[in-house]
């Protein structure tokens, strides 16, 4: 991605490969971050590949706390280490164990389907799990008429939109603080400026930026649609992380944040210094785990949601060496 690796860079790839890393990283991370990353992804997609760390001795997940959680139950007993233990996601917080408890209450026999930006406490009251890049196909792959969804109330309106399933909110409330600034005005006045450009909005944002988008996907869908589209010009509703890769990765196409101060500040405190200590010391502090009594029913849901097709394949970043 970038030209030349700095001293931390180069240290960091040398020590990966001395200690058998496997260094997974989200789409959202900082690109210093993405570039020493052996595979950039999604949720979807990083959810696969920590089920394929075979071989390695360790796994360092740069992301927010609840994929290295993933990762940690899909690892085959591999360590996973996370650079900054404090990552959390804020919309993991809409749902807790209770709730599920008591929409069931409310709903007797409907099916859960929780999204993976979710506590273990939460994941382990669920039936089913998914991420945005494989919501729609979990839900139509239940067979039920109707099944609670949550937490996220955008990425609900998405599914509700795309199946014939009544998709009712686990809580309406449910929100990613970085999508939720996206505006319909902002992506309509861009448009205008960019006739020629294709807008992609994540589907946690607002359901009137995803009237406007013509494409609204995960993080995964974007990098692949920007791959596969013979456009030249992109205008990406999400966190700027993706926009920076995608700039980076394809400096012959243009692409158009839809706002530039989306920043996701829990994505941002992985730091590579945090990831070299990894390396160099294997800090129990940065070690991640669910509990021992959750941990079956997480990985019987993950693994179940990671048979679904989903949008599509991975498509990793190259990095130069
Ligand atoms: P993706 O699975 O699309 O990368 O989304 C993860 C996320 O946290 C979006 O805010
Ligand atoms: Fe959570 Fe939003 Fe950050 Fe994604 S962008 S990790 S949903 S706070």
């Known amino acids: 991605m970038t030209s030349e690796m700095t001293d931390l ?17 989200h789409n959202y991370q900082t690109l210093d971050i993405q570039e020493i990353a052996d595979f950039v ?3 979807l997609q990083l959810a696969r590949k920590s089920a394929e760390g075979n ?51 409310e709903h007797p026999g409907v099916p859960v389907v929780i999204y993976v930006n979710t506590t273990a406490d939460a994941k382990s009251e669920a039936d089913y799990i998914c991420t945005s ?23 609900a309106e998405y599914v509700r939109r795309r199946t014939k399933v009544e998709v009712i909110d686990i809580t309406s409330k449910g929100h990613c603080y970085v999508h939720q600034q996206f505006d319909e005005a902002q992506i309509l006045l861009l448009k205008e400026e960019h006739p020629n450009a294709i807008a992609i909005a994540h589907p946690e944002c607002p359901p009137d930026v ?26 990406i509703a999400t966190e700027l992380g993706m926009v920076q890769q995608l700039q980076a990765c394809h400096p012959e ?14 994505m941002k405190k992985n730091k590579l ?4 200590e990894i390396l160099e010391n294997l800090p129990e502090a940065n070690l991640v785990s669910v509990p021992k009594d ?28």
């Open 253 to 266: 196409k243009t692409i158009i944040p839809a706002y530039d101060h989306a920043v996701c500040r829990q």
């Open 41 to 43: 992804g999604d949720s």
């Open 55 to 105: 071989g390695f001795d360790i796994i360092i997940f740069a992301g927010v706390r609840f994929m290295a959680e993933m990762a940690a139950v899909l690892a085959n007993e591999i360590p996973v280490y996370i650079p900054a233990p404090a990552a959390l996601c804020p919309l993991a917080a809409y749902v807790n164990a209770e709730t599920i408890r008591k929409v069931r209450r």
């Open 294 to 321: 959750k941990e079956e029913h997480i990985r019987t849901i993950l693994e179940q949601m990671n048979r679904v097709k989903g949008q599509g394949p991975a498509v990793p970043v190259p990095v130069e060496s």
């Open 133 to 155: 890049g494989s919501a729609v196909e979990v839900v139509e792959s239940i067979g039920a008429d109707k099944v609670l969804f949550g937490p996220d109330a955008n990425l």
């Open 9 to 25: 860079q180069k240290r960091i790839m040398k020590l990966k490969n001395e200690r058998k890393a496997l260094i997974l990283a």
């Open 210 to 235: 995803q009237d406007v988008a013509d494409i609204v996907g995960s993080t995964g869908m974007m990098a692949r649609t920007v791959v596969q589209s013979p456009h030249k010009k992109f205008i």
């Open 273 to 276: 210094e945090q990831i070299l």
